[in-house]
């Protein structure tokens, strides 16, 4: 959590000589939309830094060989970024989530950090991406303020295709997806307790008080996360195994046959 914060507040120090930077957060659920949606997973390629919002993507990083040391929660890598901005004058642009949501997270992030800047808030109405108007009053707004740090909660795979197609030509430091984290510190949603983050359960606290919401994300996402993540441990077996076995076996890509090497004699 720390290198990400310390990075992304450095970046924002230096904006006048950088591009905006774009920070992400998928966790299961996300990585099971971009196998599907290949705009989703572009716009997850887009981003600058990926941080593991979910205990099932540090676990199959660790898996794969390629360990990630942490989960970095959305919502707390926000409110860390707030602190910070507020510590060196950096300004902040809350964009999203329920009704008055935005300008309550505001409200209260400003209480615990008098310091931090509030740049602007605005929900645009449900809809609004299929509103050419309202794509343009969001664009204005954010374009008026000039935020340092633009955080975006329409919700996944929405707020990450919006800042990979808007982001980029806005004046602004950085922007980072924290889907309904505007809505839990507003209050409209209950926060998960912090042991929950800490056991990687807050997924399951999540699924027992919104059952009706999140059983379908939670019990089929994470099955079908499973399952790419069986793939892929698979094919890097039998990768290892065609390595293994280069001694042995000759892969011809043209002819798609196998040919066994013995006593230097091939025979096909």
Partial sequence: MAESVQWVIQRLR??????????????????TLANKNAKFRAALASADLNVPDGI??????????????ERVPGGELMECLCEECGRFGLSVF???????AAAGAAEQLKRRYPSLRIAGCYCPAHGFENDPSELAAIRQLIAEARPDLLCVAFGAPKQEIWMQENCPTLPIGAAISVGAALDTYAGLRKRAP????????????????EPRRLWRRYLIGNLQFVILLAGQLAQQVLISLAKASSSIYDYSPKKQILNWKCSNEKVE
């Fill in 94 to 100: 809350f964009l999203g989530g329920l009704s008055d």
């Fill in 194 to 209: 912090r042991w929950t983050h800490r056991v990687g359960m807050e997924w399951l606290y999540r699924l027992i008080r």
């Fill in 14 to 31: 230096q904006r006048a000589s950088t591009s905006p930077l774009l920070v992400m957060g998928p966790n299961a659920h996300l990585v």
């Fill in 56 to 69: 099932s993507v540090v676990l199959a990083s660790r898996l794969l060989g390629l360990p990630i040391p």
